[in-house]
């Protein structure tokens, strides 16, 4: 085996160019947008999944019950 001189040999392989170009095409896109927008629309999923989600029995909401505290992200059970 022969090994690589420093810094090369600590290298992990490849960059993930594709993920950076992507991220960089995402970031370009929500300031395209506006944040503000993103989150109203965030919003009004929230506003209208959260009452279907109390609906359904068995099922438990996990955090805020303030949809104005909630994210996009809604933790649940089912059980």
Known sequence: ASW????????A????MAGAIGLAAAVDYFEK???DAIEAHEQELIAY?????Q???????????????????????LG
């Open 4 to 11: 690589k001189e420093l810094p090369w040999k600590f290298e």
């Open 13 to 16: 392989g490849t960059p993930n």
């Open 33 to 35: 947008i506006g944040m």
């Open 49 to 53: 999944v959260y009452p279907k989600l």
């Open 55 to 77: 609906a359904i029995e068995g099922l438990t909401i996990y955090g805020s019950q303030d949809l104005s505290q909630r994210s996009g992200v809604i933790a649940f059970n």
